[in-house]
């Protein structure tokens, strides 16, 4: 497939080799969401061991949910495990689009579109509210989040928030966090009020994009795609740990999406540049590997029972399918002449959503296979799409990350 890279053997990794911890001045370009390049790797990363997990009961952030199994935190997102929230509401996907400012509503059903809203200028993503009641389109530009309400799809009055270029959701559902990308900065919510709790200026984090969470919730790790890095965050002080730098720092279109491996031991984050995945380790200290997949990867999607990994190589046309806990390649879906972006994974299982970024349309893949069920014409720039209702029992933000 165009831009592939090369699979490098699974060999132990010396982890101080690589323990980029270090933390210095960007001296990287800045650039926007538009260009693309990509690297050769170097770097690989050993299987998880298989034997089961000994690990005691994670102590989680006060006013978190417990983890109920630290071997698969996302246990109870499994499929058709609805909250009395995400049970109430309509079977509906939102497309939010970047050009042409609006969002496209998708019957998940018929795969036909059968309405849309204005949401501001430039709609960057649909993120679901920590308690699941409520979907957010996000307008970076605008300065405002569009609320919709899921049981309906109806959308309400314009909210003002600082720069939502991405919106995460703290675990113990304290404040919602607008990832001010133009700012380099953070900026907290009252999830309820939206009255401004504070701000975290991340200076040295050019293109902050994309978060996880910790197994315990206590650490956030947030992307730099212009910066060629991370940056790791205390949750509860809201502050600066420490930056980590990749092994090489890309900042074209660097990091990307960022997922926690399903027994919390690493992190995986895609580069579009690298074409593939850094591997974070799960305390987020060090870089402790590296997977090819392909050309512009970027997004990065669970199946429902968390033993696959679906990344989205957006330049290379194609969908990697990776062990979620060893990395290792199961299958390579093609997307021919598409750009599979970002989306989500339907609360059956059954199918993968996809926005088609450069190409102005949505892609519904069959789990089981990889088949392109659907090709569905939508606005210009479609970006952070959200297929509703998810499992889970709370949502982290994004498009619909939840444990």
């Known amino acids: 497939m165009a831009g592939r890279l090369p699979r490098l053997a699974a060999v132990p990794l010396a982890l101080a080799v690589l323990a980029g911890c270090t933390t210095f001045a960007d001296g990287g370009q800045e650039t926007t969401h538009a260009g693309h390049t ?23 952030l006060p006013g ?3 983890v109920v199994d630290p071997a698969n935190l996302y246990s109870e997102a499994g499929a058709g495990m609805l909250s009395p929230a995400a049970a109430a509401a309509r079977p509906l ?15 998940a059903a018929t795969f036909q579109v059968i309405g849309s809203f204005p949401a501001g200028v430039e709609v960057q993503h649909v993120v679901p509210s920590w308690d699941m009641q409520t979907l957010y389109a996000t307008d970076d530009i ?22 939502p270029y991405n919106m995460y959701f703290l675990p113990d559902g304290s404040a919602a966090v607008s990832v001010a990308e133009a700012r380099r900065s953070l900026v907290f919510y009252d999830p309820h009020t939206w009255a401004e709790q504070g701000q975290l200026a991340v200076p040295d984090c050019g293109g902050i994009d994309h978060a996880d969470f910790t197994a315990d919730g206590r650490t956030a790790v947030f992307t730099c795609e212009f910066a060629g890095r991370v940056a790791v965050v205390d949750v509860a002080t809201r502050t600066l740990l420490r ?16 997922k926690l491996s399903p027994d919390g031991q690493r ?3 895609a580069d579009s540049d ?36 679906y990344v989205t190589n957006r330049l290379a046309g194609s969908v990697s399918v990776l062990d979620a806990r060893t990395g290792a390649e199961r299958a390579v879906w093609p997307v021919p002449g598409g750009s599979p972006d970002m989306g989500g994974v339907t609360a059956d299982g059954s199918q993968l959503w996809l926005s088609g970024r450069y190409n102005d349309e949505v892609y519904v893949l069959s789990t089981v296979d990889g088949r392109l069920l659907a090709r569905i014409p939508v606005g210009a720039g479609p970006h952070g799409l959200c297929v509703w209702p998810q499992p889970g029992r709370y949502s982290l933000g994004h498009t619909g990350v939840t444990r």
């Open 274 to 309: 690298q074409g593939g995945l850094w591997v974070l380790d799960g305390a987020a200290t060090q870089v402790i590997g590296q997977i090819p997949t392909g050309a512009g990867a970027h997004g990065l999607y669970l199946s429902r029972d968390a033993t696959l990994l």
């Open 243 to 258: 930056i980590i730098d990749m092994p090489t720092r890309n900042t074209h279109m660097g990091p990307q999406d960022i």
């Open 93 to 107: 996907v939102y497309v939010p689009h970047n050009k042409s400012g609006d969002v496209r509503v998708i019957d």
């Open 38 to 60: 990509s690297a050769s790797a170097s770097l690989s990363l050993s299987p998880s061991p298989s034997a089961a997990p000994t690990t005691p009961a994670v102590n989680v």
């Open 142 to 163: 605008g300065n405002t989040i569009t609320p919709i309400d899921p049981t309906t799809g109806q959308n309400g009055p314009r909210i003002p928030v600082v720069d």
């Open 64 to 66: 978190m949910p417990a």
């Open 267 to 269: 992190f995986y984050i």
